[in-house]
């Protein structure tokens, strides 16, 4: 089975602060993926990676950066936290025979 | 870009009955149509997908049709049972071979199985 996991289940940050979401996944996958779900809105694609070092935006990159130094994990950096960045975020990780995607279980994050 | 409405927002059944619910994409070029289940405190589990050369897909008590004219593609879940309550989504991306798309997803469906 695919497994990918983040690096938190909730998190609870500070207006301003600097966040980094971690996520990691076993099946040598090339394709990452960070997403967004807030109710009402569905899943918003925030930035993707099709290889190491290579980074793409997605719909709703305003307020974020990531990084992909090793083929296994896929950071999401806040560098300045805001409290419209409170959401639910999860990774998702997929093979280049197709286009499936499996999702970790997600990180609350709540910006005070 | 691609944008992708799911109906209904939410949807209850009796036990036992089917479940229909309904997506409409709008970029042509889309190929890809996965659905996803999402439970409480968990993150989505793909449950089927389909891709544009072929019409419809079945895995056991579940089904997808697309019909890539009308550009729509619908979820079918036959004789329901409790554990089929989550929220469903829909969604949509173009492959072409050299690297991953996004996906684009619908709003989701909360389905409800009444017993």
């Known amino acids: 089975d695919v497994k990918v996991t983040q690096s938190s289940r909730y998190l609870v940050k500070r207006t301003g602060e600097k966040v980094f979401l971690e996520c990691v996944q076993d099946m040598d996958h090339e394709n990452m993926f960070w997403y967004r779900q807030d109710p009402g809105l569905g899943l918003r694609l925030i930035y993707f990676?099709?290889?190491?070092?290579?980074?793409e935006k997605g719909d709703i990159p305003e307020g974020y950066s990531v990084s992909r130094e090793k083929k296994e994990r896929f950071s999401l950096i806040l560098e300045s936290a805001s409290t419209n960045q409170t959401s639910m975020y999860l990774c998702?990780?997929?093979?280049?025979?197709?286009?499936?995607?499996?999702f970790g279980p997600g990180t609350r994050l709540t910006v005070l | 870009g691609e944008n992708v409405e799911q109906h209904p927002s939410t949807l209850s059944v009796q036990e036992g009955d089917s479940a229909v619910i309904k997506c409409t994409y709008s970029?042509?070029?889309?190929?890809?149509f996965p659905w996803y289940k999402q439970e409480l405190g968990k993150g989505p589990q793909l449950i089927i997908d389909?891709?544009?050369?072929?019409g419809e897909k079945k895995d056991q008590r579940i089904a997808v049709t697309l019909n890539k004219t009308a550009k729509h593609f619908s979820l079918h879940i036959t004789e329901t049972q409790p554990e089929d309550s989550a929220v469903y989504f829909c969604a949509a991306s173009k492959y072409s071979g050299g690297g991953a798309d996004g996906l684009t997803f619908g709003k989701g469906t909360h389905l409800i199985i009444q017993p």
């Open positions: 990676s099709y290889d190491v070092k290579m980074k």
């Open positions: 998702a990780s997929g093979g280049g025979s197709g286009n499936e995607q499996f």
């Open positions: 389909i891709r544009s050369n072929v």
């Open positions: 970029d042509s070029a889309s190929n890809y």
